[in-house]
């Protein structure tokens, strides 16, 4: 009867010792090391940050613009034509929705000139804008 209690005793011990995976760190008495996190997702580029450069026209390669903080600048030819500030707005002015500027609206505006453009995609090498007071698309393609 006592081999038998003792069987029991150490088979209980020795289950209770090894119940488990022993986790990183907890040899020796050391608490476990608790998993780290994974690094959050970066934040995708707003419309706004996509659009901060310079600019080639893919039809007239003289052509550039070059959108740099809330500057809009016209190139012809290495030559400055205009500047003027811009900003991304819900709608085009004088239209429902105008009136709204965020960084991620779709709509290219110059306030003082009335101008607006439908913002058709941008990415890291290409930017196609349509100029809404005629409906033409215009292409561009990044220029470093």
Same mark, same amino acid.
């Given at each position: 009867?006592?081999?038998?209690?003792?069987?029991?005793?150490?088979?209980?011990?020795?289950?209770?010792? *090894? +119940?488990?995976?022993?986790?990183? &760190?907890?040899?020796?008495?050391?608490?476990? $090391?608790?998993?780290?996190?994974?690094?959050?997702?970066?934040?995708?580029? $707003?419309?706004? !940050? !996509?659009? !901060? &450069?310079?600019? !080639? *026209?893919?039809? %007239?390669?003289? *052509?550039?613009?070059?959108? /740099?903080?809330?500057?809009?600048?016209?190139?012809?030819?290495?030559?400055?034509?205009? $500047?003027?500030?811009?900003?991304? %707005?819900?709608?085009?002015? &004088? @239209? @429902?929705?105008?009136?709204?500027? +965020?960084?991620?609206?779709?709509?290219?505006? =110059?306030? /003082?000139?009335?101008?607006?453009? =439908?913002?058709? %995609?941008? @990415? %890291?090498?290409?930017? +196609?804008? +349509?100029?809404?007071?005629?409906?033409? $698309?215009?292409?561009?393609?990044?220029?470093?």
């Amino acid at each position: 009867m006592r081999l038998i209690l003792a069987l029991f005793l150490v088979g209980g011990l020795n289950s209770a010792c *090894s +119940s488990g995976p022993n986790p990183a &760190g907890a040899a020796a008495g050391r608490p476990a $090391t608790p998993p780290t996190a994974a690094p959050a997702p970066a934040a995708a580029p $707003t419309t706004y !940050q !996509q659009l !901060q &450069g310079k600019w !080639q *026209s893919t039809d %007239d390669a003289r *052509s550039v613009i070059e959108l /740099k903080d809330h500057l809009y600048i016209d190139y012809y030819g290495g030559k400055r034509l205009a $500047t003027a500030t811009f900003v991304l %707005d819900q709608a085009c002015p &004088g @239209t @429902t929705g105008a009136g709204h500027p +965020s960084d991620n609206g779709p709509y290219l505006v =110059e306030p /003082k000139e009335g101008m607006c453009w =439908e913002i058709i %995609d941008v @990415t %890291d090498t290409g930017l +196609s804008l +349509s100029y809404t007071a005629r409906g033409n $698309t215009l292409n561009y393609r990044r220029l470093k």
